[in-house]
């Protein structure tokens, strides 16, 4: 770990910090991550947006082999789907938690989707690219940032630091091969192929929730997301009350204590959980 602040250089003074009151600074390392991307258009990225663009681009990053379109809002993301219609799917997850949002896509984004982009306010939308008749679309709305990344093949670093009292802490990044051939079916009844796959869709997005952390997923589309409440129960009912769709599976990125939050996930037709 000695090497990981190697080539660290100095990118921009920032307008302030997560509030008015806080001065910000940006710091990269050319080559990697953020600091390779390109401002297309807009006003300059701010310490928030940062951020959420980093929140953003780990969890499209979830999906390489497909296209996939990831909505976040305050560091979690609000929407997430895969398949050619990803976008659209994606804001329907939750289009009133959207408004404001950061979007990632990690593919060419076209004029017809650029349509659908501009019919709401985005603080950012970062793709691999965008057809010209699209940065025409965007055009039309000149605040509205614009960034072409590789988000797929992006070098990131392979450590998380935080800053504490007095000191940091560093740890390895989580990003472990999602893998349904290591999980363990401890019920009589079998998931379905669908539930399979929808569990392992839910789960990868599991991880990019701040705890406690409960997702909702159908045909690989978020349905429900309760994020960072004090409580597993809580979590639940914000990602149940959200969930239009019964049979939905559901991912927690914690244990469960107790049969309580089980017995409402049956209540509100889910039909698998991990």
């Known amino acids: 770990m000695e090497d990981i602040f190697d080539g660290l250089e100095f990118k921009q003074e920032l307008r302030y910090g997560e509030n008015p009151h806080q001065k910000a600074q940006w710091y990269g390392i050319k080559g990697q991550g953020l600091t390779d991307a390109c401002l297309l258009q807009g006003k300059p990225l701010s310490y928030n947006n940062l951020i959420d663009l980093e929140a953003a681009i780990a969890t499209v990053q979830e999906f390489p082999h497909t296209r996939a379109t990831v909505v976040v809002k305050h560091t979690n993301p609000c929407g997430v789907a895969i398949g050619s219609d990803s976008i659209t799917r994606a804001l329907d997850c939750d289009r009133t938690s959207a408004f404001g949002g950061i979007i990632a896509h990690n593919n060419i984004i076209g004029e017809d989707q650029a349509k659908e982009l ?64 290591g999980w363990q079916v401890v019920t009589d009844k079998q998931p379905t192929e669908q539930e399979i796959n929808d569990l392992q869709f839910a789960w990868k997005v599991c991880r990019h929730v701040h705890s406690n952390a409960i997702v909702l997923a159908q045909h690989e589309q978020v349905t429900g997301i309760g994020a960072g409440q004090m409580n597993r129960v809580g979590s639940a009912s914000i990602a149940f009350a959200m969930n239009k769709n019964k049979q939905s599976v559901l991912a927690s990125d914690g244990f469960f204590p107790f049969n309580d939050t089980v017995i409402s996930a049956k209540g509100n037709g889910i039909t698998a959980l991990i």
């Open 118 to 181: 501009i019919k709401d306010f985005y603080e950012c939308i970062v793709a691999v690219g965008f057809t010209e008749s699209a940065k025409q679309i965007f055009a039309t709305k000149k605040n509205l940032r614009i960034l072409e990344l590789d988000v797929k093949g992006i070098k990131t670093n392979q450590y998380q630091f935080r800053s504490i009292l007095g000191g940091m802490l560093i740890q390895e990044m989580d990003n472990n091969i999602v893998d349904p051939g």
